[in-house]
């Protein structure tokens, strides 16, 4: 168990930068892409970042959580400022109904710096706009042993919420954010990567009977909008998942998981 002086431990009603930094970058995703920082919170979170190698820069504990949890953080804390609350103080920040007590600051992983090969089996995200959703498809994606997930103005991956819901896939799925999605497009035609348009469209070829041997680029949609008809006619596939006939969608984190399950059956 971590040992600490009773007088370290900060107590309600004390300003102070570190909560405030923590709190600041809870909330601002330009403050996050600024500092190349972001906040998270619980234990099975904050430990699965240091496990992925995830550099922390700061860890806040409660005293409770400090007598439950400092043992599994001592290994990791060479180099990181630790901070001791009082537990009345974890509401104060929090982004959850149930605090556990355990708070950090942390560097942002390193992004994918190449884009897709042939042989890839891979996910476009287009103008996703639910954090929770793409959360979910992270940890689809790592499930499922995705070679990489490639994000097109979509919302913030250090969002509260993504963070949460990747459920430390975000740590170690391989994933880049792109600007350019016509350079993005004609790199994969010249590496003879097939992209697919994921799309609710009764004449396109169900999911099923597609091929997914010599690898693709699965391409979903905004969660209102869908896909841009002008991107859907540049790609060189259109793939749908077959419905009931009074079913006109499907969430984007389902539909997506549907997809990356059937890729994954190629591998």
Not at 27 to 33: I, P
Not at 79 to 86: D, E, K, N, P, R
Not at 94 to 101: H, L, V, W
Not at 111 to 118: K, S
């Amino acid at each position: 168990m971590l040992k600490f002086d009773a007088d370290a431990v900060l107590q309600p009603g004390v300003q102070n930068r570190t909560l405030q930094r923590f709190a600041h970058l809870n909330r601002s995703r330009t403050y996050r892409e600024r500092s190349g920082q972001f906040a998270m919170e619980g234990y099975r979170l904050v430990l699965d970042a240091a496990e992925s190698g995830v550099r922390l820069n700061t860890l806040i504990l409660t005293e409770s959580a400090a007598c439950h949890y400092g043992d599994a953080f001592a290994p990791y804390l060479k180099g990181v400022q630790t901070l001791l609350i009082a537990d009345g103080l974890a509401k104060t920040i929090s982004d959850t109904e149930t605090a556990q007590g355990v708070f950090a600051v942390a560097q942002m992983p390193r992004e994918m710096q190449t884009l897709p090969q042939q042989g890839h089996r891979c996910m476009l995200l287009h103008c996703l706009q639910d954090p929770s959703n793409l959360g979910a498809i992270l940890r689809t994606a790592e499930a499922l042993g995705t070679d990489g997930v490639y994000l097109y103005h979509c919302c913030d991956l250090y969002n509260p919420k993504a963070i949460r819901s990747s459920m430390g896939a975000l740590f170690r799925i391989p994933f880049s954010r792109i600007t350019d999605i016509s350079l993005f497009l004609t790199h994969c035609q010249e590496h003879s990567l097939p992209t697919c348009a994921a799309v609710v469209d009764r004449d396109a070829l169900p999911l099923k009977q597609y091929d997914f041997s010599d690898g693709a680029v699965v391409c979903i949609g905004n969660e209102g909008n869908g896909l841009p008809a002008e991107f859907v006619s540049e790609c060189t596939q259109k793939l749908t998942i077959p419905m009931a006939p009074a079913a006109n969608s499907l969430n984007a984190a389902m539909a997506a998981g549907l997809f990356l399950w059937e890729m994954s059956r190629f591998h």
